[in-house]
């Protein structure tokens, strides 16, 4: 059984940073991509970061410049600086076998979520 744990949201002013981070525990598969996504509310969810098991990665581009995802075999993070209010959201960390996509149906593991908040 996979499991996706997240950690380190939480509440920060406008310009701060915070850096979340995911262990994948329940299986030996390296992962061939693990991404993060987001939800706001009343919104859909959307990809911001992923990163392949080579190291590549893709940036939405609300976020670029800003965000930076690595990983270290099934343990990704996501450094979040210049934090904007349109930043709040439940941040998800997730998981799939095969190679990148930015496809949320194609990603086989999700985590619970963990709340960011950047007031206003």
């Known amino acids: 059984q996979v499991q996706l744990v997240e950690s380190g949201g939480g509440l920060v002013q406008p310009g701060g940073s915070l850096t979340l981070s995911c262990t994948a525990s329940?299986?030996?598969?390296?992962?061939?991509?693990m991404a993060w996504y987001r939800q706001a509310p009343g919104k859909q969810r959307e990809m911001v970061a992923e990163?392949?098991?080579?190291?590549t990665t893709f940036y939405a581009e609300s976020v670029k410049g800003r965000f930076t995802m690595s990983r270290d075999a099934n343990t990704v993070y996501l450094q979040m600086n210049a934090l904007k209010p349109e930043d709040t959201a439940v941040y998800y960390c997730?998981?799939?076998?095969?190679?990148?996509?930015?496809?949320?149906?194609?990603?086989?593991?999700w985590g619970q979520g963990t709340q960011v908040t950047v007031p206003s």
């Open positions: 997730a998981a799939r076998r095969f190679v990148p996509s930015q496809v949320e149906s194609e990603y086989d593991f």
């Open positions: 329940g299986s030996r598969v390296n992962f061939g991509a």
């Open positions: 990163v392949s098991n080579g190291g």
